[in-house]
């Protein structure tokens, strides 16, 4: 069975990534994302499934190099410190244009104009779940019809404003449930399967 591409990202309730840019630039992230030690635990145990990461540059520049000195950062709880080893051993493609190095098990596609091609290629040359980090590269894989799944952490603020879980759409996104769960602090979970994935 080829790879699937899997959006995960932590939303508002009216789906909102981010009210302001960098937000999301330490541990605990902005005031309206509720993230404790059990959340954070489903967050290691779902990454550890993975078969790789695909991240845009925002998304890689935020966790890099935060992860990887997470790691021996005795000042973090286990959990954080889990995710950093997590992440850092993951292997990871960086989509950029700008980028020509990245370190921790990181290649890089993107610097010509294929990529959405290149991520083609990887999914179907792969197997398991693919982690999507980035609103942009999502909206692109979508647009290809290549984005299989959303995971969706939502959180519940409505932020009224900011960065949006896509770009804007050519047409309505149809899915279908796959599974749903809640968490403390009223954060709930919705895993949906893209329709019009090929």
Same mark, same amino acid.
């Given at each position: ?153 939502t959180h ?17 996104? +149809? ?5 749903? +769960?809640?968490?403390s602090q ?13």
């Open positions: 069975m080829p790879g699937r591409f899997v959006y995960w990202m932590n939303v508002s309730l009216d789906l909102f990534i981010e009210r302001e840019k960098g937000e999301h630039d330490d541990l605990s992230g902005p005031d309206w994302i509720r993230l404790d030690e059990p959340l954070h635990l489903e967050f290691n145990s779902r990454a550890r499934a993975l078969s790789m990461m695909v991240q845009g540059r925002v998304v890689f520049d935020m966790m890099d190099p935060f992860w990887p000195d997470a790691r021996t950062d005795q000042s973090l709880p286990g959990f954080a410190r889990e995710y950093g080893e997590i992440w850092t051993d993951m292997p990871k493609v960086l989509v950029s244009r700008t980028r020509s190095a990245a370190e921790h098990n990181t290649r890089i596609i993107g610097g010509d104009d294929d990529a959405i091609e290149q991520l083609a290629a990887l999914r179907r040359d792969s197997a398991g779940d693919i982690g999507v980090g980035g609103a942009t590269l999502a909206t692109q894989l979508l647009g290809a019809h290549l984005l299989d799944e959303l995971l969706l952490f519940p603020v409505v932020l009224g404003a900011g960065r949006p879980l896509f770009d804007e759409l050519a047409e309505p996104l +149809q899915l279908d449930l796959l599974e749903q +769960q809640t968490f009223g954060v709930t979970l919705h895993r949906y399967a893209v329709r019009g994935a090929v």
